[in-house]
């Protein structure tokens, strides 16, 4: 039994029904990818915006005293920490308390 493939003729190339499904696959799959990426490039953003309004209830505006890339970096990976130990947590409340040991020099910042 022979099979049948449907070609279609694009722009004066030949295609199957297949490889059209595959690049409309492709296509989609890099915007769902690239919605993704700026999802976590904005929850970072929201993430930092949140400990510089929890730093300043302690006195420290970033906007005049920035982080550091290192205190960013240990403020991030500690807050992930936190979030895998308690997952059932808010979020706020895990930004508070890391900032609070940030400040008082307790948990992993001592």
């Given at each position: 039994?022979?099979?049948?493939?449907?070609?279609?003729?694009?722009?004066?190339?030949?295609?199957?029904?297949?490889?059209?499904?595959?690049?409309?696959?492709?296509?989609?799959?890099?915007?769902?990818?690239?919605?993704?990426?700026?999802?976590?490039?904005?929850?970072?953003?929201?993430?930092?915006?949140?400990?510089?309004?929890?730093?300043?209830?302690?006195?420290?505006?970033?906007?005049?005293?920035?982080?550091?890339?290192?205190?960013?970096?240990?403020?991030?990976?500690?807050?992930?920490?936190?979030?895998?130990?308690?997952?059932?947590?808010?979020?706020?409340a895990h930004i508070e308390d890391i900032i609070y040991d940030y400040v008082t020099?307790?948990?992993?910042?001592?």
């Amino acid at each position: 039994m022979r099979k049948y493939v449907r070609f279609i003729l694009v722009n004066d190339s030949c295609l199957t029904e297949n490889m059209i499904q595959g690049f409309e696959r492709r296509k989609t799959f890099s915007r769902i990818k690239a919605k993704h990426k700026d999802r976590g490039v904005m929850m970072e953003k929201f993430v930092e915006k949140m400990m510089g309004q929890a730093l300043r209830q302690y006195g420290r505006n970033v906007a005049i005293d920035p982080l550091s890339p290192y205190e960013k970096q240990n403020l991030k990976a500690a807050l992930e920490e936190r979030r895998n130990e308690e997952p059932d947590e808010d979020l706020h409340a895990h930004i508070e308390d890391i900032i609070y040991d940030y400040v008082t020099n307790q948990g992993l910042f001592s």
